[in-house]
Structure formats: C-alpha cells, structure tokens
C-alpha cells in the first residue's frame, strides 16, 4: 500500500496592501435649534490610495473644515478631475505591484511551510512467512499519511506533528464623523464627509527550489516575481486615518 511523507521546504511571500477609500459626501439641512435633519444632497465615489493621498483631497478637507463653506466651493472641490473615480481602479497586477503608487509593502520573509512530499511514495509490505500466514493494517489520514502501521509480529506506530501558522493581518475601518457646528451666523446646512476604508492583501508566494529550514532571510527590495502563487483577499478590517490627514470635520454654512 502506497503512502507519504510530510516534509518542510522554505517559501519566500510577499504581501502587498492595497487600500481603497470610500467617501461619501451628505449635505445636511439644519431645524431652528440647528439640529441635523433630512439629507438634501449626497454622492459617493471610491479612491485610490495615490488620490487619498493626493493635493486635491486634501484641498476637499479644507473646504469642508472650514466656518461656513458654500455648497459651491465644497462641490466644485469635490468634483475635480483628480477625485474622480478611476475605471481602472481595481485592476492591478502581481508584477506592477512593487513600483505602483496603489499599494504599500506589508511584509517580505522566506519562512518555512510543511507540505506533502508527492514525489517520493513509500510502500508497506508485509513479508510472508515460509509457512502458515501473515496480516498487516496500514492506517492513512486525509493527506495519505501513514500514521500508524500493524504487523501480526510487531506494532510500529509513525506519529505525524501537524503545526499550521496562521497570520491574518487585522484591520480596523474608519467610522463616519459627527458633525462639528462652529459659531457665527446661524447655518442653514451641514456637510458631512464620510470615509470607509477596505483593504485587499496581494499575497504572492513561491517556493525555493531545493531550500530546506533553516531559511535564510531575502534581500529587502528582492519580492516574489515570475511563476508565483497568488491570494488575493478582502481584509476583514481596515486600518483607521489618522485624524491630522485622513479626517475631515463637517463645516456648516448659510444658504
């Protein structure tokens, strides 16, 4: 009876992170005691992360911060051809990630990995005797591992230590923002400007060829490249802006 062996090879992975904003701008009409009421106008668009980044956003912050913005000034800012929605922005390829202005490095190791050695396959055979008979029992698991082998003359038992690493990176999301009225001229209106932030992991992995534990490290700027294994997956969670850069405070103003 066939069976295999687990083994350890070293495996160089690369994670790249890839964020994505999502903004919703709400014009809001205030009542007499200057209480938030009913949405009259509101737009959404997602950003990449060079746009997040970009003079133009920060531009949109500032119109929103300040006492008293017009709907104008806030829309035309809003609207410019910088923070327009890119069609092409969920396109991005494993090879183009190292140089784009979209995705940041997350991490760059040569760890080792346990997997099943296919190439080499083991037998059990049970010897006869001269006379009389001879019974053998070879159990597998799942993976066609042998894990415990017995004989009518002896009972040898393989134990095979099974240890998963399991790495999620955790990332938090960015909450809407309550609105912020300062003082002055009664306002008739408010902004608000919310940012939603998701992450997707660009996880490309490739065995060493003939690499065995210990692992030796990779050099910093030495990434996964050519035939490569690909995860690309949607982070539960996003990491949270920071306040100086990455918020905005709803301003209000008169109509």
Same mark, same amino acid.
């Given at each position: 009876?066939?069976?295999?062996?687990?083994?350890?090879?070293?495996?160089?992975? $690369?994670? *790249?992170?890839?964020?994505?904003?999502?903004?919703?701008?709400? #014009?809001?009409?205030?009542?007499?005691?200057?209480?938030?009421?009913?949405?009259? *106008?509101?737009?959404?668009?997602?950003l990449?992360? =060079?746009?997040?980044?970009?003079?133009?956003?920060?531009?949109?912050?500032?119109?929103?911060r #300040?006492?008293?913005?017009?709907?104008?000034?806030?829309?035309?800012? *809003?609207?410019?051809?910088?923070?327009?929605?890119?069609?092409?922005?969920?396109?991005?390829?494993?090879?183009?990630?190292?140089?784009s202005?979209?995705? $940041?490095? =997350?991490?760059?190791?040569v760890?080792p990995?346990r997997y099943?050695?296919?190439?080499?396959?083991?037998?059990?055979?049970?010897?006869?005797?001269?006379?009389?008979?001879?019974?053998?029992?070879?159990?597998?698991?799942e993976?066609?591992?042998?894990?415990?082998?017995?004989?009518?003359t002896?009972?040898?038992?393989?134990?095979?230590?099974?240890? $998963?690493?399991?790495?999620?990176?955790?990332?938090?999301?960015a909450?809407?923002?309550?609105?912020?009225?300062?003082?002055?001229?009664?306002?008739?209106?408010?902004?608000?400007?919310? #940012?939603?932030?998701?992450?997707?992991?660009?996880?490309?992995?490739?065995?060493?060829n003939?690499?065995?534990?210990?692992?030796?490290?990779v050099?910093?700027?030495?990434?996964?490249?050519?035939?490569?294994?690909v995860?690309?997956?949607? %982070?539960?969670?996003?990491?949270?802006?920071?306040?100086?850069?990455?918020?905005?405070?709803?301003? %209000?103003?008169?109509?």
């Open positions: 009876m066939p069976f295999y062996r687990a083994a350890y090879r070293c495996v160089h992975t $690369t994670t *790249w992170l890839q964020p994505f904003y999502i903004l919703t701008l709400n #014009i809001l009409d205030l009542d007499e005691k200057g209480k938030p009421g009913p949405v009259s *106008w509101s737009e959404s668009k997602v990449s992360l =060079s746009q997040f980044r970009s003079q133009a956003f920060k531009d949109l912050q500032s119109r929103v #300040i006492q008293s913005p017009s709907q104008d000034d806030v829309k035309q800012a *809003w609207g410019v051809p910088e923070l327009r929605q890119k069609p092409d922005l969920y396109l991005l390829s494993e090879s183009a990630l190292p140089t202005e979209e995705a $940041t490095l =997350s991490a760059n190791l760890a990995e099943i050695d296919t190439h080499t396959t083991y037998y059990f055979n049970q010897k006869k005797p001269f006379s009389g008979s001879a019974n053998g029992t070879i159990a597998l698991n993976e066609g591992i042998a894990t415990s082998v017995n004989a009518q002896e009972d040898t038992t393989f134990s095979s230590i099974m240890s $998963t690493l399991s790495v999620s990176d955790l990332i938090t999301s909450a809407g923002l309550a609105i912020a009225l300062v003082g002055g001229p009664k306002p008739k209106y408010a902004f608000e400007l919310q #940012i939603t932030t998701r992450v997707v992991q660009h996880i490309d992995s490739q065995p060493q003939g690499s065995v534990p210990p692992c030796n490290p050099a910093a700027d030495d990434y996964v490249k050519g035939n490569m294994n995860q690309i997956v949607d %982070a539960d969670q996003a990491p949270k802006p920071k306040a100086d850069d990455k918020t905005s405070k709803p301003g %209000a103003g008169n109509k």
